[in-house]
């Protein structure tokens, strides 16, 4: 711990604390659990191993600090939220290094996190004073009729351990806009810049009880999340993670109906049709493909390429791959990290495994890198894949590209849509009818058209079928953490 403090600016930064009601402190139990960096296995830090007494301490809070936060002026807490957003961006640097020694991806991408996390905290500022209702046009003489947006009340924030920063920030600030509190749990493998994050929310003025979080390890993270789910307090669920998982929590909190939002799995086609610029189409897959190492639900999974290309774009692509440089984040230079863990790599090595023993062929990657480290694979190109192989029906979430060849638009989508999934899905042509046609055709809540590159805080992020509901970011993203309340007016005649 003191080694992770010192490599900060500003080693206060770290507690290894759960915050609740505005002061830091541990699990009622006193148990920790250890906080690995996944680039080298060793421990960086322990964190309070929260059990319900816990998770129900923090819904104490966020319900006594409702009531207060709620009836402040929009531009009262938008104020709040820039000064949150500032501190974000003066303490940039050292949360960067926070996200890539907990997380593993390189230092250049965990700077980009931070600026993408931020700028969620900035836009929620500027849209909390613009939660409009309606007024419904006279339809009786004497009655009144509105349509007012109130904050939902205690939300439940569950976030996964891919963006430990914006993931959080992308859920707390809309909820904050919009008037409501918030309990938290990051994910076990990187609970340490969420806290930061609250260490600086905090210090921007959030008062007490606003924002709690509490830290769980795989075994007690479902017995205390499941504290929130059964209490009626709790007035929404918004969660990033599996669909196994997003399906668990909608059951278990079917009990008091809450709302809920869920960014589920993925498992997103790329399709590269042969009126396409193969170089951009390559460019945007890199880009896309290889954000976080693979380990981004809107990463492409299958890249399905037409017949008449698909020799000259595996090439291109895998000439392209074998030039990536894998290293830890302490490499100015790294391109790829390490895996998140070892289930991460087991998942990996179990999909290549299987895509080469039924026919795949290797052109690039393929293998472990052991040499590097313990969680690191080799980014990989596998031509020849079939729907037979298991990367073609979930999600393989790492460095590999596996290419299989289409021969009609109508094969394309087939393919594409075959799936229970539809998060994200892109496609390169230069044919316009065909962009239109196919953006259509296409089931995902996200379509990137001759584009690899879709975040971004101003656009609605969400999937449909079962990689989930609701929206995040946009204007959208606060309907998710408002309820409407239909006021009716009468005597007024
Ligand atoms: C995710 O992987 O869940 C989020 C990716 C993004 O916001 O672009």
Not at 240 to 249: E, I, N, Q, R
Request: glycine fraction near 8%.
């Amino acid at each position: 711990m003191k080694d992770l403090q010192s490599s900060l600016d500003r080693p206060a930064l770290l507690s290894p604390l759960n915050f609740i009601d505005g002061e830091w402190q541990s699990a009622l139990s006193g148990e920790t659990f250890a906080v690995h960096n996944p680039a080298t296995g060793e421990v960086i830090a322990n964190v309070p191993d929260s059990q319900p007494v816990d998770a129900r301490a923090a819904t104490d809070a966020a319900s006594r600090a409702f009531p207060g936060w709620r009836e402040k002026l929009p531009k009262e807490r938008a104020a709040i939220l820039r000064k949150w957003y500032d501190a974000i961006v003066a303490n940039g640097e050292d949360l960067a290094r926070l996200i890539s020694l907990e997380q593993g991806k390189p230092l250049a991408e965990g700077r980009g996190e931070v600026a993408y996390g931020a700028s969620y905290v900035a836009w929620f500022a500027e849209e909390a004073s613009r939660i409009y209702g309606d007024i419904i046009p006279q339809q009786q003489r004497g009655k009144r009729m509105t349509a007012l947006k109130e904050p939902v009340g205690v939300v439940a924030a569950i976030t996964p351990w891919n963006f430990p920063l914006a993931m959080i920030a992308r859920k707390i600030a809309p909820a904050l806009a919009a008037g409501c509190t918030v309990v938290a749990k990051p994910a076990e493998d990187t609970p340490l810049t969420a806290l930061a994050l609250l260490k600086l929310a905090q210090e921007a003025g959030v008062p007490a009880g606003v924002i709690n979080i509490v830290t769980a390890s795989r075994e007690h993270a479902a017995p205390a999340v499941g504290d929130w789910l059964a209490d009626e307090r709790v007035r929404k669920i918004s969660f990033t993670g599996s669909t196994a998982v997003g399906k668990y929590l909608a059951r278990e909190s079917a009990g008091t109906l809450k709302k809920l939002s869920m960014e589920l799995g993925g498992n997103a086609p790329f399709i590269v049709f042969d009126d396409a610029d193969i170089e951009a189409a390559v460019a945007g897959l890199m880009a896309s493909k290889f954000r976080n190492g693979g380990q981004t639900c809107v990463c492409p999974n299958r890249v399905y390429v037409q017949s008449a290309i698909y020799d000259r774009f595996a090439d291109v692509l895998s000439t392209r791959v074998a030039a990536l440089k894998v290293a830890p984040a302490t490499d100015e230079a790294a391109q790829i990290g390490p895996m998140i863990n070892a289930r991460a790599i087991d998942k990996i090595v179990r999909h290549v495994e299987d895509a080469l023993a039924q026919g795949a062929r290797a052109l690039t990657g393929g293998k472990r890198l052991t040499d590097v480290g313990p969680n690191y694979f080799a980014p990989t190109v596998l031509a020849d894949a079939t729907a037979d192989m298991l990367l073609f029906r979930e999600e393989t979430f790492g460095p590999v590209v596996p290419l299989f060849r289409f021969d009609t638009e109508a094969d394309a989508l087939k393919a594409a849509n075959e799936t229970p999934f539809g998060l994200a899905a892109y496609f390169y042509s230069q044919d316009v009818r065909r962009i239109d046609r196919v953006s259509r055709l296409l089931e995902a809540g996200i379509v990137g058209v001759n584009e690899g590159a879709i975040s971004s805080e101003a656009a609605p992020f969400g999937g449909v079928k079962e990689s989930g509901y609701g929206r995040e970011g946009s204007r959208y993203g606060l309907d998710d953490y408002t309820t409407l309340k239909y006021v009716c007016q009468g005597g007024l005649a």
